[in-house]
């Protein structure tokens, strides 16, 4: 199974979650393809089973940069599915919006949804990730495995 995790981390806490994300997901014997959305073109994705994005909020919305990507990207496997987290100071908040804002977009897209969003909580707008999130990762890996049989 490929799994491509496409990021954008403002200031590290995206790309240092989903490093972690990256290694529990090699240990479960995943094939994974970490990538930051300015290293990449969103019409050359890889081939893969599954893509999980990762951006940062602001003002309670995507990061521009995000939202510009998803929204050019081409996604060629039609049986390919996706997962969405995000980065944010509140995420009870109502006015946190991102998760939603990238669901929108790829409702347009050829790809399904595999679960729900992730919320990661940052202390302060330039981190860090609040304690314990590892736990929310290991879990979201947990409903990969149990979602995507190899």
Do not use: W
Not at 35 to 45: A, D, G, N, T, V
Not at 69 to 98: M, Q, R, V, W
């Amino acid at each position: 199974m490929n799994v491509s995790i496409i990021y954008e981390s403002k200031y590290g806490n995206g790309k240092q979650a989903m490093t972690y994300l990256e290694n529990i997901l090699i240990k479960k014997g995943y094939s994974v393809q970490l990538m930051s959305i300015h290293e990449i073109k969103p019409y050359s994705l890889p081939e893969s089973n599954l893509f999980i994005f990762n951006a940062p909020n602001r003002m309670g919305k995507i990061i521009r940069s995000m939202r510009k990507f998803l929204e050019k990207i081409e996604i060629k496997n039609t049986s390919a599915h996706y997962i969405l987290i995000n980065t944010c100071l509140d995420p009870s908040s109502n006015i946190d919006k991102g998760l939603e804002q990238m669901e929108e977009i790829l409702q347009k897209k050829n790809i399904s949804k595999l679960s729900e969003g992730l919320k990661l909580k940052v202390m302060a707008m330039k981190g860090p990730l609040e304690s314990g999130y590892e736990k929310k990762l290991d879990e979201l890996a947990q409903t990969i495995q149990s979602s995507l049989k190899m």
